[in-house]
């Protein structure tokens, strides 16, 4: 299953061959350290990757919105009062797959999310893509983004996302099913890619329940209980009368597989940075990591769902020196640079459906995680370009 994949060994995932970021790490990092200290280190970066996840979209409280912004004047184009003229800023090529997108203040429950500022977000990832993916719908966000792509007439496609949580008694599933009926209500599906219901679900459940394998006893637990909002979202949808693909996101090496028979697509995280991963070698290694765990994986199922990379990217900075680097690489401005310089465009001739991760820094999310979690945005959080990033030119027809 794994032939031709010389470069990492695998650690208790022999059902599928996965290889994990973290056995890529315990590989390279075996000579070093006691098992336990391994153990630590390892413990950190699957909290890491799962804050990724969590950063992004959960209803984490917030004391602070960061929607501060929405007065910036830095934005390309929306001085025009009709949301569908607007300028366009000749640094900015739509050559990226996908981009992962969270709308300023979309937790709750402070919320403090905008029209105005979803519209002047579209307007500029529709000069970089005509794709975009959430992970939750609180907030309103669905409603907000189909608005917006409805006023400035793009040419968008959003998946959008309920991030449900095993905890709660489906309280987070429901209300966020609930937000995206509505929203499909108002706005059709005409604009809509799919509805991805689950982020990271399996490693948290793991993480939570002291598991490692994904296709264990607890995470075929955990898996049936997503399976169940799998199910729920498909009939709210056909109640509709809407036919739509229905998906789920995990980390690249975490998908139950009973939860990917059940879905049409699968959306898998893939991180170079977390898997201490050079930045020169990390594009070629984002190939390998999603075609050997994630493509063939989907390949030798019955329902063969498509494969997307649900995000990839890189951090151009960390809020403390600890966090600067991940093994061999920084994160800097040049290194994110280097990344899209050596992904984005051979992804595009390879075919590979990515969501470049992600739109732009999130405030909050360095508020509450420190460290990188705030800064893998292409733009600065007011919308600005990052000062030292070229975008690729590779314009996918
Ligand atoms: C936007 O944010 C960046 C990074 O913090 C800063 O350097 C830049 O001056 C800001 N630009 C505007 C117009 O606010
Ligand atoms: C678009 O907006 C610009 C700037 O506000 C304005 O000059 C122009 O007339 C508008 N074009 C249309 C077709 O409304
Ligand atoms: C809109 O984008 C899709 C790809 O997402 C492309 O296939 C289609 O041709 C585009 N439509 C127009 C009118 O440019
Ligand atoms: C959600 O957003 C849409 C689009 O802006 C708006 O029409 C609707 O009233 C909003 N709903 C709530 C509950 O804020
Ligand atoms: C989900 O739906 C599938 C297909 O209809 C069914 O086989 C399965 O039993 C359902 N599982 C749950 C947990 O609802
Ligand atoms: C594209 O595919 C080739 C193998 O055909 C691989 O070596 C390369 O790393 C891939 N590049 C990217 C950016 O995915
Ligand atoms: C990352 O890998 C490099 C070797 O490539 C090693 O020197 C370093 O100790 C590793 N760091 C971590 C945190 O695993």
């Not at 090496?253 to 930045?279: C, I, K, R, T």
């Amino acid at each position: 299953m794994t032939t031709g994949y010389r470069d990492y060994d695998h650690h208790g995932y022999s059902d599928h061959d996965h290889i994990t970021p973290n056995d890529a790490w315990m590989e390279k990092g075996a000579s070093t350290g006691s098992g336990k200290k391994k153990w630590v280190v390892i413990g950190s970066i699957i909290g890491l990757v799962a804050l990724i996840a969590i950063g992004v979209a959960l209803g984490v409280t917030l004391s602070k919105k960061s929607s501060s912004s929405s007065s910036s004047s830095s934005k390309s184009g929306s001085s025009s009062s009709d949301p569908s003229n607007f300028s366009k800023d000749a640094n900015l090529k739509q050559s990226f797959y996908g981009i992962a997108y969270t709308p300023a203040g979309s937790q709750l429950p402070d919320c403090g999310n905008s029209l105005d500022d979803v519209i002047s977000d579209i307007q500029i990832m529709s000069q970089l893509t005509t794709r975009v993916r959430l992970y939750g719908a609180d907030c309103n966000q669905s409603a907000l983004v189909l608005e917006a792509i409805k006023q400035t007439k793009v040419n968008m496609t959003v998946f959008l996302g309920n991030y449900p949580v095993s905890t709660d008694d489906d309280a987070a599933y429901d209300r966020q099913r609930d937000l995206i009926k509505s929203a499909i209500q108002t706005y059709g599906t005409d604009h809509i890619g799919g509805v991805t219901v689950g982020n990271e679900y399996i490693l948290n459940y793991l993480n939570a329940n002291g598991a490692t394998d994904p296709n264990g006893a607890v995470g075929n637990q955990g898996g049936e209980l997503l399976i169940a909002n799998i199910n729920d979202t498909r009939s709210m949808l056909s109640g509709l009368g809407v036919s739509l693909p229905v998906g789920n996101a995990d980390a690249g090496s975490y998908f139950n597989d009973l939860v990917l028979e059940q879905v049409d697509y699968g959306m898998a995280n893939v991180h170079p940075w977390f898997a201490n991963v050079s930045v020169d070698q990390s594009a070629g290694w984002t190939w390998e990591f999603f075609e050997v765990n994630d493509v063939q994986l989907a390949q030798g199922l019955s329902n063969t769902p498509e494969m997307y990379v649900a995000e990839t990217g890189w951090p151009t900075k960390s809020s403390d020196v600890a966090d600067e680097s991940n093994g061999p690489s920084t994160a800097s401005v040049a290194n994110l640079q280097t990344f899209l310089d050596t992904y984005i465009c051979q992804a595009n001739t390879n075919g590979t459906k990515y969501f470049f991760f992600e739109f732009f820094d999130e405030e909050w999310k360095d508020k509450q995680y420190g460290g990188v979690e705030g800064w893998w945005g292409l733009f600065n959080a007011n919308r600005t370009l990052k000062d030292g990033i070229t975008i690729p030119d590779c314009v996918l027809s």
